[in-house]
C-alpha cells in the first residue's frame, strides 16, 4: 500500500521542506533501504520486485521492474495475481531456452500489464508464444518486441479471456 508522508515548514515565502531522509521498508522478508534529499514535495517509490529471475508473481497490486535481463529454461515469468505489471525498461525476457515455455503467463489474473519488454524465445519449440493470457480480463500489453521461432508460437495468445485486453505497438 502507499503511504504519504508530508513533513514541512510553511512559511510568508511558501514551504521548507526537510531533507536527506532515508526510508526502510520490506515486503515478504525483502528489506530495502533508500536515502533521497527532499527539497521539494515529490512522490517516492522503492522498486521491491526487481526480478533477476523468473519468479511467479503472486502478490497483487505491484509493479515489478526489470534492471537486467533475466532468462528461462521454460516459463520466465507467470502471473496468477490481479493487478500485476511487468515493466522491463526494455531489458529482454529470454525464455524456452531448454524447450517449450512461455515468456509471460498470465493465468486468471485480471489487469495483469506487460510493457517495454523484449520478450525472445530461445528454442524452436512448438507451443511457446511469447505472452500467454488464459483466463485473464482487462490485460493491457504495449510497446513490447516479441520474438518467436516454434510452430504455433504466437506473439500474443488470448485463450477463454472473460473481459477485454487491449494490446498495443507489439
Given amino acids: 500500500p502507499r503511504q504519504l508522508l508530508l513533513e514541512y515548514q510553511r512559511n510568508a515565502g511558501g514551504n521548507i521542506f526537510y531533507s536527506n531522509y532515508t526510508f526502510n521498508a520490506s515486503l515478504n522478508g525483502e528489506n530495502f533501504s533508500q536515502s533521497w534529499n527532499i527539497t521539494q ?16 508473481l503472486s502478490l497483487p497490486n505491484l ?10 529454461p521454460g516459463t520466465c515469468f507467470t502471473i496468477t495475481a490481479d493487478n500485476v505489471t511487468v515493466d522491463c525498461h526494455w531489458y529482454e ?14 493465468a486468471g489474473a485480471n489487469g495483469s500489464v506487460v510493457r517495454n519488454c523484449r520478450i525472445i524465445e530461445r528454442s ?14 482487462r490485460a493491457k500489453i504495449g510497446n513490447n518486441t516479441l520474438v518467436t521461432f516454434g510452430n504455433k508460437s504466437e506473439g500474443i495468445l488470448v485463450d477463454s479471456t472473460a473481459g477485454f485486453s487491449n494490446a498495443n505497438f507489439n
Wanted: proline share 7%.
Fill in 41 to 56: 514535495s515529490r512522490h517516492l517509490s522503492f522498486v521491491f520486485a526487481s526480478p533477476s529471475s523468473c519468479p511467479t
Fill in 63 to 72: 509493479v515489478y521492474e526489470l534492471t537486467e535481463n533475466v532468462s528461462s
Fill in 93 to 106: 525476457i529470454a525464455y524456452a531456452l531448454g524447450g517449450a515455455g512461455y515468456g509471460v503467463y498470465s
Fill in 124 to 137: 524452436n519449440s512448438p507451443d511457446s508464444p511469447a505472452l500467454y493470457l488464459l483466463d485473464a480480463s
